[in-house]
């Protein structure tokens, strides 16, 4: 490789490095690690950055923290704001996490829980955990006491 193609190269890393750092891009680690695995040139990455800056790419490919972090979202300020997530900072949609996160309820006792019930609520928690001993269960109640419902308009 002569020394005119290598200062070519050096320069376009320069531009990626500055293109970088002084735009803010959402998820441009994703973006990069997908260009990383298709082995594609730096003059890909630039082109891409590029096109991510200006919005008009968005890198697929989410992890499960991002999954899990749409999954907050959703369940503390509801669809509306999964939608402001996923448009702002490339967030999955709430569909495609809903297919990821898979929730079960946890079951309450109104007396005293059986074994069933809180070796239920623990492998609904801890999948990985199973209780198969015929010893003694160890849990935990919260008593409950004048409960008030409030009143809707």
């Not at 803010?24 to 800056?53: C, T």
């Not at 968005?58 to 749409?70: I, L, N, S, T, V």
Request: proline residues 4%; positive net charge; aromatic residues 6%.
């Amino acid at each position: 490789m002569g020394l005119g193609c290598r200062n070519k190269h050096l320069d376009a890393w320069k531009r990626l490095s500055i293109a970088i750092s002084k735009e803010d891009i959402p998820r441009i680690r994703a973006l990069m690690a997908a260009e990383h695995r298709r082995g594609r040139s730096v003059f890909s990455m630039l082109e891409k950055i590029d096109h991510a800056a200006r919005r008009e790419y968005h890198p697929h490919g989410y992890e499960k923290a991002d999954f899990q972090r749409a999954f907050l979202i959703y369940k503390l300020g509801g669809r509306s704001a999964a939608k402001i997530a996923q448009y702002s900072f490339g967030a999955p949609s709430i569909d495609s996490t809903m297919e990821h996160i898979a929730t079960a309820p946890l079951e309450s006792s109104s007396s005293v829980p059986t074994k069933r019930e809180i070796n239920r609520n623990l492998s609904t928690c801890y999948s990985s955990t199973t209780n198969q001993s015929d010893g003694p269960v160890i849990g935990m109640t919260m008593q409950v006491d004048e409960i008030k419902i409030q009143e809707r308009l």
